[in-house]
């Protein structure tokens, strides 16, 4: 199947600084490629839809000054987490889907662990 | 409301067992069930995927099966081995290319 990389896997940053993850489709390329959050216990939360080269789309709630996110490429991502605070621990998904297929069918990311002191 | 409920929301089987983890459904219009393993701090992994017509799906020793007169899903493990052990996940598609409505999942724990 395809594949789908998040770099880093874990991070611990300090309250106020910014953190970017990258997700990459290794071996496709990818139309759209989404962001959840996942706190423990609790299911994905979709935060973001992102096409290749267009702005964003984010889900209701979600800060787009905070959470800022690139899709430069079709083989790339990126989430920037801006000014993190204590609350912005989580655990992020990114998933991808790529041409031909609907969006209903996306390859999950391997996630990144952030952790804000 | 589209919504997926899945039970139990945990449970602890011991190895070579069998079990049967459940999910109902709200969503409409109705495209597809993915059922997905999540093993800790990992992202999801397909197991199988469902749409209207069919009723049965199998992966190796896991069988899900769909009612979707009922909304009803059911995802069964055969023989379970202690790398089971994982979140299981329940994610329905309202509509081709539509965003997946995802069940809080059941966090099976498979005991020697």
């Known amino acids: 199947g395809a594949v789908v990389s998040q770099h880093p896997s874990w991070v611990i940053c300090k309250s106020g600084t910014s953190v970017k993850i990258e997700c990459r489709s290794l071996d496709f390329q990818a139309t759209t490629m989404f962001w959840y959050r996942q706190f423990p216990k609790q299911s994905l939360m979709l935060m973001a839809t992102?096409?290749?080269?267009?702005?964003?789309?984010?889900e209701q709630g979600v800060e787009k000054d905070k959470f800022l996110i690139n899709h430069a490429s079709l083989t790339l991502s990126t989430l920037t987490v801006t000014s993190a605070h204590p609350e912005d621990s989580s655990f992020y998904i990114c998933s991808a889907s790529f041409p031909g297929t609907d969006t209903d069918t996306q390859y999950f990311g391997p996630g990144t662990r952030l952790t804000v002191l | 409301k589209n919504q997926v409920e899945q039970s139990p929301q945990s449970l602890i089987i011991l190895e070579g067992k069998n079990c049967t983890l459940q999910?109902?459904?709200?969503?409409?219009?109705?495209?597809?069930l993915r059922w997905y393993k999540q093993d800790t701090g990992r992202g999801p992994v397909s197991l199988t995927i469902m749409t209207f017509s069919e009723n049965t799906k199998s992966n190796g020793r896991y069988t899900a099966t769909l009612d979707a007169d009922t909304k009803q899903s059911s995802l069964h493990i055969t023989a379970s081995q202690l790398s089971d052990s994982a979140s299981y996940i329940c994610v329905v598609s309202p509509n081709q290319g539509g965003k997946l409505i995802f069940g809080q999942g059941t966090e099976l724990s498979v005991k020697p």
């Open positions: 999910c109902n459904y709200t969503v409409s219009p109705f495209s597809n």
């Open positions: 992102s096409n290749e080269g267009s702005k964003a789309t984010y």
